[in-house]
């Protein structure tokens, strides 16, 4: 008698313990997005892509918007610790200043997710940004093409240009304004390049005033502006000092990043001749899809593959990195738009707001 209740209450534990662990699989999942700036188009593309996955995935999303504020962002993060969520994904505002809240989030067993912005002082669950530096190099070397290109065609040798840098105290412009200007900066067989800096952080205040001070002192070439997000503020500038749209007898050569409508806009326009497409909401996507796995039971390592097809960024070659430090990043590779290409569907400025 003894025995059969031993064996009784040994099933009723194996029972219990099944049954919570399929209420773990099985429960909602909650998620907090800690956006950047939301009234800018490129993070409102972030919106788009991880709202999509939470609905195809049933989950609960909670945004929240930083307002390019790190204090804002801090106490967000402290917040959010509170609520308790499943995960939170974040794009920081400052790459240093997030580490001991997010450092808070993962000692209270909340999954936190990187998208864009990598926070490379701390260790958390995983990243998904681009090869920033390989991206800024790949933009200089385009540029560096075009005004050789120009030089072909005019016999001008001497160029100045214009880098509209970003939030400097963030990683990925860290890195990209590292690539670029490694290129840029070393000797060019045919040509010279004397390039000005801007540090915008994003403003278009800054970058406006930066553009017409560079142009007093002299003519203006080429710009590059680590986002499109920017162009649009900087067309009027250059109309008023009598630029012209590409084919023009006065046209400064615009490159940019991100591939945000108002640059694809611009290049459909004729004033900027390049983007290279940031997927940011696949990247938003892919942290909402890895959270799910995550919560269902399965290993980083058996999900990120199928995560990253699902997430629609395949054709961006995702490569993974191991970091003991920091925990894995996939890394992805920016696809080039120019008026070629401009109006494919595969480049999400095209498709988010469908």
């Known amino acids: 008698m003894r025995v059969r209740i031993q064996m009784l209450a040994a099933s009723v534990f194996a029972l219990a313990m099944a049954v919570n662990a399929s209420s773990a699989q099985d429960s909602k999942l909650n998620i907090s997005l800690l956006n950047a700036y939301i009234q800018d188009e490129f993070w409102q593309g972030c919106s788009v892509g991880a709202k999509r996955a939470a609905k195809d995935l049933g989950a609960e999303l909670t945004e929240l918007d930083g307002n390019y504020s790190i204090e804002a962002q801090v106490n967000q993060i402290d917040t959010t610790i509170q609520r308790a969520p499943y995960a939170l994904m974040i794009a920081s505002i400052d790459s240093n200043a997030v580490v001991p809240a997010l450092k808070r989030a993962m000692a209270k067993k909340i999954e936190v997710y990187a998208f864009n912005t990598a926070v490379p002082n701390a260790m958390i669950t995983a990243t998904v940004a681009m090869d920033e530096t390989a991206t800024g190099a790949a933009a200089a070397h385009r540029m560096i093409d075009l005004l050789r290109k120009r030089s072909a065609a005019t016999g001008q040798t001497s160029f ?50 930066g553009l017409q001070d560079a142009m007093t002192q002299g003519h203006v070439d080429a710009i590059f502006t680590e986002s499109d997000f920017l162009t649009p503020f900087l067309i009027p500038v250059l109309k008023r000092n009598g ?58 390592a058996d999900a990120w593959k199928g995560v990253m097809e699902k997430s629609g960024v395949t054709e961006n070659a995702p490569q993974l990195i191991e970091n003991p430090a920091t925990g894995p990043t996939i890394l992805l590779t920016a696809n080039p738009i120019d008026s070629s290409n401009v109006e494919s569907k595969m480049f999400w400025a095209n498709t988010f707001k469908e």
């Open 160 to 209: 100045r240009l214009v880098h509209l840098v970003g939030a400097v105290a963030t990683e990925p412009v860290r890195l990209r304004r590292e690539g670029f200007n490694k290129v840029i900066s070393a000797p060019i067989d045919g040509i010279k390049v004397d390039m000005v800096e801007v540090v915008t952080n994003w403003k278009p205040e800054p970058a406006v005033a």
């Open 243 to 300: 630029y012209t749209e590409a084919g023009g007898a006065k046209h400064a050569i615009i490159g940019g990043l991100g591939g945000i409508p108002g640059g694809l806009k611009a290049i459909r326009e004729g004033w900027q001749e390049f983007s290279l497409n940031y997927p940011i909401d696949g990247m938003c996507a892919s942290n909402v899809y890895l959270a799910s796995e995550s919560q269902r039971g399965k290993s980083f």
